[in-house]
């Protein structure tokens, strides 16, 4: 924010001295009131070429301001609801109530629930595959 404060645009006109249309907007660079090349306000300021020219470009779009990531307030094709993880733990819990060993031993520390170990011919690809069938007899969605 601060630096975006340091930038100006250089001339407004729209035309060059020639009466060609401008290309792009020069900028100005200043400290304390006082005007500086590129160069000098990258190492004033000890950020890279690529940084600034990001800085310049978000403030000719969108003007002074906070910058703001192109992908804020958009969802992700591969979000879960809140719903289907809840869903996948209650199968998890299920299997391990009906295949799972206890521990004997008590549990240490502050855990009060014993583990559940399940056998050690239950691989995660196996219950991967029984979770998908459940889902798809269920006919609800599945979590990949």
Known sequence: MYIKGCLSEGPTNNSTKRGKQRMRIRSKYTFRGQEMCAYTFRLLFDIGRC??????????????????HRNTGRKPKHA???????????????????????????????????????????TKMNIHKLCKASCQEADVRFVE
């Open 80 to 122: 879960l609801v809140f719903t289907d993880v809840e869903r996948v733990v209650q199968f998890i819990c299920n299997i391990a109530e009906e295949f799972g060993i206890p521990q004997p031993a008590a549990p240490r520390g502050r855990d009060d629930t014993a583990p559940i170990y399940l056998h050690s011919g239950t």
């Open 51 to 68: 940084a600034l020219k990001s800085i310049r470009q978000s403030l000719n779009k969108t003007g002074p301001g906070p910058r703001r």
